[in-house]
């Protein structure tokens, strides 16, 4: 048995900022990091499309909107300041359609709402900005979009949470023994607090502790596939979402080493960590999400069946390369590579009311503190979220603040 302040179980982006958060509110704090797999963001942080929105996209009143802006802006200057891969190209959001050209208004509203620099532009204004760049009438432009590598900011997160941090990898949280005490795969740990930011697993752990219980995750499997013409854009190119589901269309990424990739769909997954194939199967879990899809399937809660049909025939590589030729004035289709590295979204499922939830959730047990739903874009807010975070966590423990 060890003895530590704090557990923080699951190093992604969120649990790594979390320990970055409290490490310097606190740094003689003793603080264990738990990460089931071989390395940090294996999961949907090293699996995302890296980009770091601007924050519009979201209601003026949501936590999304609350730490999108800032947390854009904190993990701006800390790729700069540590020299980390970023690429500060912007991004436009193009509409089909005169419906479509409603989306970008809101849209705009929405961005002025939460403080975000945009700017509406006209089909000629726009030539300068992305000549590739198609849409009906007007666009929007967000200068302050922009990518980086996740997996590298994440590992250099976690690399420089030293002094009393330690990060204990290939050590899996398995049960909750009692109110200050754990097990892992490897060792049971007493604690003064527990911090649940397991990503896909933050549901089945945060139960453990009488946490969410009205809540389920159900993964939604988001595919890429490669460009490989440089050239083609300038600027990531975005559709208008359909703003009352939480993913954000199929849509042109230049990454971080600025290649360009199409996706991510959302298509859902049959277990937790489906990425290819049959790999990390579990049966228990494929039943779970065949129980939760087929209800939400047959009552047509959200109108998830033609979420669902619509997702499906992204599988489909022909159907899911016609999903963004419309987004661009030129493009040769030849051009399209293989399938890139896939990622899962933990999207949280409302079990009573069959809705997904559209913002982050965080929850708090007397002794615990549990992440549910940080989906995107959870990465571009972690630091501002782990402030807010970390703030409920001082509470709690009675800590004296010193920041
Ligand atoms: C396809 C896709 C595209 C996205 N694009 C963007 C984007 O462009 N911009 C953006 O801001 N956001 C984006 N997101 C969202 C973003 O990736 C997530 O919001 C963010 O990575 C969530 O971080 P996390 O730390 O909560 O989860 P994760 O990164 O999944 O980390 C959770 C960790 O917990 C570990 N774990 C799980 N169970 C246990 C256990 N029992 N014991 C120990 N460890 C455990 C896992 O192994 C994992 O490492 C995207 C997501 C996806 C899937």
């Known amino acids: 048995m060890i003895t530590t302040d704090i557990v923080i179980a699951g190093c992604g982006i969120v649990g790594v900022s979390i320990a970055k958060e409290l490490r310097n509110r606190y740094p003689d704090l003793n603080i264990v990091l738990l990460e089931k797999e071989h390395s940090v963001a294996c999961h949907a942080s090293g699996r995302n499309s890296g980009v770091l929105h601007a924050g519009f996209y979201y209601s003026p009143d949501s936590l999304k909107a609350r730490f999108t802006v800032e947390g854009n802006r904190l993990l701006t200057e800390y790729c700069l300041r540590h020299n980390l891969t970023i690429n500060r190209c912007g991004k436009i959001v193009v509409a089909k359609d005169e419906k479509e050209l409603e989306g970008i208004f809101e849209l705009k509203r929405r961005g002025d709402k939460n403080g975000v620099e945009l700017e509406i532009v006209d089909e000629k204004s726009l030539e300068t900005f992305e000549p590739n760049a198609r849409t009906f009438d007007k666009a929007l432009y967000s200068p302050n979009t922009s990518v980086v590598n996740p997996t590298e900011v994440v590992e250099h997160i976690a690399q420089n949470l030293s002094g009393n941090v330690k990060i204990f990898l290939r050590e899996k949280f398995i049960k909750r023994e009692d109110d200050t005490t754990i097990s892992t795969n490897k060792q049971k740990i007493q604690f003064k607090h527990f911090i649940n930011s397991a990503g ?181 807010s972690a630091f501002s979220f782990s402030k807010f975070i970390v703030d409920g966590v001082e509470q709690r423990m009675g800590l004296k603040t010193k920041h």
């Open 200 to 380: 896909l697993y933050a549901d089945k752990i945060a139960h453990q502790f009488g946490i969410g219980q009205k809540y389920t995750l159900i993964p939604f499997k988001g595919l890429y596939l490669e460009y490989k013409d440089k050239n083609l854009l300038r600027k990531h190119i975005y559709p208008v979402p359909n703003l009352k589901n939480p993913f954000l269309g199929v849509h042109f990424t230049i990454t971080a080493a600025g290649k360009i990739k199409i996706g991510p769909t959302a298509i859902p997954a049959f277990w937790r960590e489906n990425y290819r194939g049959i790999s990390n199967f579990s049966m228990g879990e494929f039943f779970e999400v065949l129980y939760y899809e087929s209800k939400l399937f047959l009552t047509n809660a959200f109108r998830f069946r033609s979420l669902a049909f619509e997702e499906m025939k992204k599988y489909y590589r022909e159907y899911f390369i016609r999903q963004a030729l419309h987004l661009v004035k030129t493009i040769d289709t030849t051009q399209f590579g293989d399938y890139l590295k896939p990622g899962i979204r933990a999207q949280l499922l409302d079990t009573e009311t069959l809705k997904l939830v559209m913002d982050f959730v965080v929850e708090h047990g007397e002794n615990s503190t549990h992440i549910l739903n940080a989906v995107s874009p959870a990465f571009t």
